[in-house]
């Protein structure tokens, strides 16, 4: 059987890829290009992936997907930013393969142990479930890899943010890089240089990683993620100076400078569970609560300066990029065809 269904998924991708490229070749800007201060999709579609599919094997695939997010980010609209988040730390290493969630076992060092990702990382209970259903419904079709990506659109939608057309066709990986992880996902405290350095390493550009960054319009930080800005920014103990004074105040009741980190803050506080460009606002008017938001307007390079700007302008415009920004990012380094499997537990490798 299992020969079969490899047999159909290549039919698939031999029916859908000629349109796939038509559809590259004739949509404006499909290609990667760079930014010439205008915006220009560069979320095109892979070989091997396309929205449909799964039209044949699994047409029911997302409907089980949003139904479970339903639920879930109803009881914790929290849930929405980390499944979003989950997508992009699983992308950043070794490509968006479902790495990040294998747990420790005899053969696997697991992502989860990293340093952006310990006690930090969450929602692979919802993947779980998301993973059972649709084992009942379709078994051994759908790849982990591909319901992280379903998980962070349907995320997004169900916060009120872009819907965009998603390549599916991802395999699982059978392996794991705790190193990858360590060195590869940003970290809040991060310089402009630094940020931009890590995405284009994943062939992410500048307009990637300010619109990808809105994404911060949804969730919450951690204390100790942001409490370098609050009492010793460049080692002299002093705060940021670049932080509101009424925010800075607010948010040093919330994080001592002693203990509390674990504490919370919303990383958009006038909107916190709500998908909208708010947090580019919130960056101009100094309230940006990572480091690594203000200095997309404080770092001196003049091309994320416009772009919050633009952004905090123009919301439909960040939708669009945001849409395009995340299918570019889903596009890196996919295993398809014969690479990788399809684990029947997200958990663990067949």
Request: glycine share 10%.
């Amino acid at each position: 059987m299992a020969f079969f269904h490899v047999l159909s998924s290549f039919f698939l991708v031999s029916v859908f890829l000629a349109s796939t490229f038509s559809f590259a070749n004739s949509h404006p800007g499909a290609g990667f290009g760079s930014w010439d201060g205008n915006f220009n999709p560069g979320g095109g579609w892979l070989p091997g992936l396309f929205p449909g599919f799964y039209q044949f094997s699994c047409p029911q695939a997302n409907d089980i997907v949003m139904s479970v997010l339903e639920k879930a980010i109803a009881a914790d609209p929290r849930m929405a930013a980390s499944l979003l988040r989950l997508h992009f730390h699983d992308c950043f290493v070794q490509g968006c393969d479902a790495s990040i969630l294998l747990d420790d076992s005899g053969s696997i060092v697991s992502e989860k142990g990293s340093g952006p990702n310990k006690n930090s990382i969450r929602g692979f209970e919802v993947i779980d479930e998301i993973k059972a259903k649709l084992e009942e419904a379709c078994p051994h079709t759908v790849s982990c890899a591909d319901i992280l990506a379903l998980a962070a659109r349907g995320s997004t939608i169900l916060s009120g943010g872009p819907f965009w057309e998603l390549p599916l066709g991802r395999r699982d990986s059978k392996t794991a890089s705790l190193t990858g992880s360590n060195n590869n996902i940003p970290a809040p405290n991060s310089t402009v240089q630094t940020l931009v350095t890590l995405f284009n390493r994943q062939g992410l550009d500048e307009v990637d990683l300010v619109a990808l960054s809105g994404g911060h319009t949804i969730g919450m930080a951690r204390c100790v993620s942001f409490k370098q800005r609050l009492y010793n920014q460049n080692g002299d103990n002093q705060p940021d100076e670049t932080l509101e004074r009424a925010y800075y105040n607010g948010l040093k009741s919330v994080c001592p400078k002693s203990g509390g980190d674990n504490n919370i803050s919303p990383l958009d506080f006038a909107s916190p569970a709500k998908f909208d460009n708010t947090y580019f606002k919130l960056i101009l008017w100094g309230r940006g609560l990572l480091n690594s938001d203000e200095v997309l307007l404080t770092g001196n390079v003049d091309k994320t300066v416009e772009l919050v700007r633009r952004f905090a302008e123009d919301e439909a415009l960040f939708f669009d990029q945001f849409a395009t920004s995340m299918v570019k990012m889903g596009n890196i380094s996919p295993l398809t065809a014969l690479n990788g499997e399809i684990r029947t537990n997200c958990r663990r490798i067949n």
